[in-house]
């Protein structure tokens, strides 16, 4: 089946893995930030004599940022097109994180980070909306997912320079790492056109205007549904595997041993997204995100409970394999949500709104490990907010499978 996309897309338009490279990219730098600082805030608290709860705050900074900044460069995008926000998103994360690499103080890194998720938090919604227009309709949601796999090897990046660099050559050199890089992404992008369904767009939102299409009489479910799930997904992912390398600690294991034992784990994540591009095409974007957040949550009560190594990398393995699945699927869940005009938008502002997960857990994760909570406490935690989300989409949740998004 051919849409008039894909026609586009195969005439005169750049290759499909060009598209998703050249986008899949700047995800693997979000994620391999995310990820250092993850490994980094270990070795922080130490040299910077830290708290955890002053951690908490560090590692909820990024996610101010990103919260503002999916917002701002969904509506963006809407009104002024995927490409040049997709550009300007990039250069903000890389010149932030370079800078980061030069703070001398808590201040003056919790500013940078901020600026660092103002670049991450608007590059996603902005790359996932891209990639999708750009790929025809029988192969939409796959497509998708792959560019979030960039995220998988973003996340197994972040612990291999963590593992071979951060006990060797510091924090500061782990930085530069992830920035140096990022701005050669800037010149793969500048080649990639503009999506051809933006281009069909005859009257371009503004920000007012988008945030009112999608909390309009047809589409407010749908935002309500995708606000929750991002959310819960938020809350749960970066309140737990931000404090994982931190977790592992906690359990006795030295800082190399845990940076090792986290990078077994993190590898489960690309078959978990692969496994999700599959089933998305197969049994529908909703009944592949049901199940995964379902078993995810499982995965993380029992690593609660879990004492010895094999059980915690038992545990972490099918954690990190389905919670990645679930947040595969909840990007396409997402964006094929809402209609052209406003699709950058609902997909900016679900996922801004979800950042408010990100922010909140993992200072509350700090500051329960700070009171010397339990960690079946603080996993169940975990369970508990991702059965709610399940819940959600479970109940309310629209099926897109097979359906156009035009």
């Known amino acids: 089946m051919q849409s008039s996309t894909a026609n586009a897309v195969g005439r005169g338009a750049p290759s499909a893995q060009r598209v998703i490279v050249a986008s899949g990219l700047g995800l693997l730098f979000d994620a391999m930030d995310i990820g250092l600082l993850s490994y980094v805030l270990v070795s922080l608290a130490r040299v910077w004599h830290m708290s955890a709860t002053m951690t908490g705050i560090v590692g909820s900074m990024s996610f101010v940022g990103m919260a503002v900044g999916s917002a701002l460069a969904g509506a963006f995008a809407d009104r002024f097109g995927r490409k040049s926000i997709f550009l300007i998103t990039l250069l903000v994360y890389s010149l932030a994180t370079g800078l980061s690499a030069l703070a001398m103080g808590i201040a003056v890194f919790l500013v940078l980070r901020f600026f660092v998720g103002l670049g991450l938090g608007g590059e996603l919604p902005v790359a996932t909306t891209y990639v999708l227009e750009m790929s025809p309709e029988a192969v939409r949601a796959r497509r998708t997912i792959f560019l979030e796999m960039f995220y998988a090897f973003g996340s197994i990046v972040a612990a291999l320079i963590s593992f071979f660099v951060l006990p060797t050559w510091g924090w500061r050199i782990v930085f530069l790492i992830g920035a140096i890089p990022a701005l050669y992404t800037l010149v793969l992008r500048r080649s990639l056109p503009e999506t051809p369904k933006y281009r069909s767009i005859q009257k371009r939102l503004s920000m007012g205007e988008s945030f009112r299409l999608i909390w309009s009489k047809g589409l407010a479910k749908q935002s309500v549904v995708t606000w929750v799930l991002w959310f819960v997904m938020n809350f749960a992912f970066y309140g737990m595997f931000l404090w994982l390398p931190s977790v592992m600690a906690l359990h006795g294991y030295s800082l190399v041993n845990s940076i090792g034992y986290v990078l077994i784990m993190t590898l489960a994540e690309v078959p978990g997204y692969l496994v999700a ?38 545990f972490g393995l099918l954690l990190s394999f389905f919670m990645l699945a679930a947040f595969a699927s909840t990007y396409v869940f997402t964006v094929e949500q809402f209609p052209v005009q406003a699709r950058a938008s609902g997909m900016g502002w679900a996922a801004g709104f979800g950042r408010i997960g990100a922010i909140v857990a993992p200072f ?38 097979g359906q156009s998004i035009d």
């Open 364 to 401: 509350v994760t700090g500051l329960m490990i700070a009171h010397s909570v339990g960690f079946p406490i603080i996993f169940g935690l975990f369970f508990a907010v991702t059965l709610v989300g399940f819940l959600v989409v479970l109940i309310l949740g629209r099926e897109t499978i």
């Open 277 to 314: 591009a599959w089933l998305v095409e197969k049994i529908g974007r909703k009944w592949t995100l049901v199940p995964s957040m379902l078993l995810a949550a499982g995965s993380a009560l029992g690593f609660g409970f879990a004492h010895s190594t094999a059980s915690l990398l038992i």
